[in-house]
């Protein structure tokens, strides 16, 4: 368990999906996507979170998608993050929204293409892994485990039905997991929202895995869940009520994703813009709001890569 003697910890850390993704998720086709779309997050939305997390005076991780990585200027972004000092992490090589379901073997070998891409790109082995949709299962857990990484950080312990009761408008929309594709085990609702070492058999139980755990942010005893959308689009004085119930969480492990930074005007197509609508809140708005967030948490906590969380918290969970 982790108790108060632990040193209390924040990660923030960016799922860096691209458009198409997106697309996949809302069946939109590809083909709305032109050149300038599909390099925006390279193109703007790394480069604005550097800018963020260098102002700021922070460590940060990306989880990057290997397939991605043959987008135009991803690469090189990425390359530059490395530089920056920016852990990458991996967040598979096919992103396939069910790649929890798939057999084991596969699992490893999409898991293990987006290691090599990656360690190809910097010389440094990723250490961590999330999951496309959060869902973790045994086998994916236990390809994490295979590959050797240190962490994964997929559990996703909120719980939507209370937002529809908190009455917040939209919020529901705004906090949707990308995981239409699959529905998973209602287990995750209880699952620590605390660091744990996972049971090989039931990854949202408490068990023995060599692999470390690291949940998602979720506010105590409600569960909201303190992700990206909700901190950029949401009503302030609700982001800022909902970040005081996070203060005494051990780890603050702060979700976000790379449209957390963009809007409209960045190029997006209206089919997306109509679907994902907090792209419609201006980016300067986010920007300032994240800017903000990401010095509070240095406030009273030291802000560290999820690695580093991960390897603090390995001998006390
Ligand atoms: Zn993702």
């Known amino acids: 368990m982790v108790g108060d003697a632990v040193e209390r910890l924040a990660s923030i850390s960016v799922d860096l999906d691209t458009l198409p993704h997106y697309c996949r998720i809302f069946g939109v086709p590809e083909s709305v996507l032109d050149a300038a779309a599909l390099e925006v997050v390279a193109a703007r939305a790394i480069p604005r979170y550097l800018e963020l997390f260098d102002r700021a005076g922070t460590a940060a991780t990306f989880f990057c998608i290997g397939s991605d990585l043959s987008l135009p200027g991803m690469s090189a972004a990425l390359e530059r993050s490395h530089r920056q000092g920016v852990e990458l992490a991996s967040h598979s090589w096919s992103h396939d929204y069910a790649l929890s379901r798939w057999a084991s073997d596969e699992i490893v070998a999409d898991l293990r293409r987006a290691d090599e ?11 961590g892994f999330r999951a496309p949709g959060y869902t973790l299962t045994p086998a994916l857990l ?8 240190s962490y994964d950080s ?10 529809a009761k908190a009455g917040v408008m ?23 929202t605390t660091p744990y070492r996972p049971s090989p058999t039931a990854p949202y139980s408490r068990g023995a895995s060599a692999v470390v755990e690291l949940p998602v942010a979720v506010a105590p005893v409600t569960r909201l869940p303190f992700i990206g959308a909700f901190a950029t689009a949401l009503p302030w004085p609700v982001v800022e009520a909902t970040f005081r119930t996070l203060r005494r969480v051990p780890h603050f492990n702060f979700e976000l994703h790379a449209i957390d930074v963009l809007d409209a005007t960045d ?20 920007l300032d709001r994240l800017g903000r967030l990401f010095a509070w948490l240095g406030d009273d ?14 001998s006390v969970v």
């Open 154 to 163: 997929s559990t996703y312990p909120a719980v939507p039905y209370y937002l």
């Open 117 to 127: 891409a990656l360690t190809a790109l910097t010389g440094v082995r990723p250490v």
């Open 142 to 149: 236990g390809a994490v485990a295979k590959l050797g990484y």
């Open 301 to 314: 906590r030291q802000r560290v890569t999820v690695a580093e969380a991960a390897r603090r918290y390995a």
């Open 170 to 192: 939209g919020l529901l929309e705004l906090v949707r997991r990308p995981s239409r594709a699959i529905l998973d085990t209602p287990r995750v609702l209880l699952a620590p």
């Open 267 to 286: 190029g997006i197509p209206p089919e997306l813009v109509r679907r994902q609508r907090d792209l419609k809140v201006p980016a300067s708005t986010k």
